[in-house]
Each structure stands twice: as C-alpha cells, then as structure tokens.
C-alpha cells in the first residue's frame, strides 16, 4: 500500500463528523435578549409613580379625615401639644399604713381626651411599684377615659388619695369630683385626707348622632360594672344617678360606700 493510499485511507476519519479524531461541533451561542426600548422603560416608571401618589393621596386623604372630626383634633391636641393634665413626683408623703417615704405621683387638671395614655407614660417614667401612691386633684372629665386610668391603677396595684402637696412638702386637702372619682376608685388601698372631697352627679353624653337616652343608659352600666370590679358598693352609683350636680359624699357616707378603704387621716 503506497502512502498515498493511507492518507485516502485516513482522510475521511479525519474529515467524518463521526470520526475519532473530529472535535464535536460547538453548539451555537444563545442570541442575547433584547433590551428594554427606552420607552418601555419611561412607561414602568411613569405608572410606579403614578401608584406612589395614589398611595400618598389615599393615606392624606384618610388622615385629613380623622383630624377634621372636633374629637380627633382633640385628642391629638390633649396627647401631644397641650396635656390637660399635669404631673409631678414627689415624695414622703405619708398617708399612713406604711406609705411614708414612698413617692407618689400627683396629677392634677381636667381629664382630657387622651389623658389615659398620657397618665401611662407617667407612672412609668415614675418607675412606681405597687404600693406607691397616686396622688390626684381633679374636676373630672372624660369618663371612658377615666375608667382606663383607673385600670391602670389596679392592675399596678397603687394606691389613690384626694389632695395636694404644698411648697413645703405638707399635704393638704383637696377635691376629686365627677370622671375623677372613677380614677380616685382605681386605687388598691383609697386613702381619705380629712377636708378632701369626693363630687358624684350624673354623667351626662354629647355623643352626635346617638341617641342621649342610650348613650346614659350605656355610661351608666359600664360605670356600675367597674365600680364593682373595684370592689365599691353600687350605692356610689345610685348617688350619680340622683342627681345632675355635684353631690359631695360625707367621709362617713364615702367610707360606708367602700369607696373610701382606709380610715380619713389628718394632713
């Protein structure tokens, strides 16, 4: 055989797409995808911000909404601009059974609209523990409000007294009337200062809207049901109901009621 007829021999393994000695055809590249025309992409960007206002104007909307109504305005206004009440802490004031030297908070002013998450903040920036005493001097106000107050006062397990404390430290009387005494009822142990009042009348509500009959209906049955919660006779409530002004309670009459715990004591 001459060389010539091994290299025909070879030649077609070499020149096969099946022979040994041929590398594989490469599979051909992936075309690349297409890019975004630039107005595809204007128009995602346009509608992502068309969604955004939307979304925005929605939110306003709402909030406009809740500020316009007088008792949302109130509310934000009492909780962050304007506290209708007032706080301080002091301390050694002794209201016996073993309260002397133990600090108390005092508030005093009308119980306003958000004055319960107000008056939350406050016992906890005071750090009191149970036992302390809250000290108030009030003419009352809002009566939902109120009742959470005096929630909180239980379940911290405080105490609660009617009066002031004067620039030398002295504790003086004063008076707790209306919403306030539902506070003032919140108290584990309720102290009695001799010369401080306690004001009951009627709660009267201006809801819009509601029907004045069932809205006093409403109070009345929610105000017996914490006032027994809080273990005080349900006569304190009879006394609301009998009157439209402030009746104020005899420290007997306060203490047969068992809205008074502790014996009336000298300031």
């Known amino acids: 055989m001459s060389a010539n007829?091994?290299?025909?021999?070879?030649?077609?393994?070499?020149?096969?797409?099946?022979?040994?000695?041929?590398?594989?055809?490469?599979?051909?590249?992936?075309?690349?995808?297409?890019r975004p025309r630039p107005a595809t992409r204007s128009r995602r960007n346009l509608l992502s911000v068309l969604i955004f206002v939307v979304l925005i104007s929605s939110i306003g909307v709402r909030a406009y909404r809740d500020l316009s109504r007088p008792e949302a305005w109130a509310y934000w206004r009492d909780q962050y601009f304007s506290p209708s009440l007032t706080s301080s802490l002091v301390r050694g004031v002794d209201l016996g059974g073993g309260s002397s030297g133990r600090p108390a908070l005092f508030i005093s002013g009308k119980i306003g609209p958000a004055a319960a998450s107000w008056f939350?903040?406050?016992?906890?920036?005071?750090?009191?523990?149970p036992g302390d005493t809250v000290l108030m001097s009030s003419p009352g106000g809002d009566v939902d409000q109120a009742v959470i107050m005096g929630e909180i006062i239980?379940?911290?397990?405080?105490?609660?007294?009617?009066?002031?404390?004067?620039?030398?430290?002295?504790?003086?009387?004063?008076?707790?009337?209306?919403?306030?005494?539902?506070?003032?009822?919140?108290?584990?142990?309720?102290?009695?200062?001799e010369g401080?009042?306690?004001?009951?009348?009627?709660?009267?509500?201006?809801?819009?809207?509601?029907?004045?009959?069932?809205?006093?209906?409403?109070?009345?049955?929610?105000?017996?049901?914490?006032?027994?919660?809080?273990?005080?006779?349900?006569?304190?409530?009879?006394?609301?109901?009998?009157?439209?002004?402030?009746?104020?309670?005899?420290?007997?009459?306060?203490?047969?009621?068992?809205?008074?715990?502790?014996?009336?004591?000298?300031?």
């Open 120 to 129: 939350r903040d406050k016992v906890d920036d005071a750090h009191l523990a």
């Open 154 to 193: 239980r379940s911290r397990g405080l105490t609660t007294a009617v009066g002031v404390v004067d620039a030398s430290g002295a504790l003086r009387p004063s008076y707790c009337a209306s919403a306030c005494v539902l506070v003032y009822a919140g108290g584990k142990n309720r102290y009695g200062v």
């Open 196 to 267: 401080s009042m306690l004001g009951v009348h009627r709660f009267v509500t201006s809801s819009p809207g509601r029907d004045p009959v069932a809205e006093a209906q409403r109070t009345t049955g929610m105000v017996l049901s914490y006032m027994t919660r809080m273990g005080v006779s349900s006569a304190v409530v009879e006394a609301m109901s009998a009157t439209s002004d402030v009746r104020w309670l005899g420290a007997r009459e306060a203490v047969a009621m068992n809205l008074v715990t502790d014996p009336v004591r000298k300031p």
């Open 5 to 34: 007829d091994g290299q025909d021999q070879d030649g077609p393994f070499r020149s096969s797409p099946t022979g040994p000695w041929v590398t594989p055809p490469r599979k051909p590249a992936a075309a690349p995808s297409p």
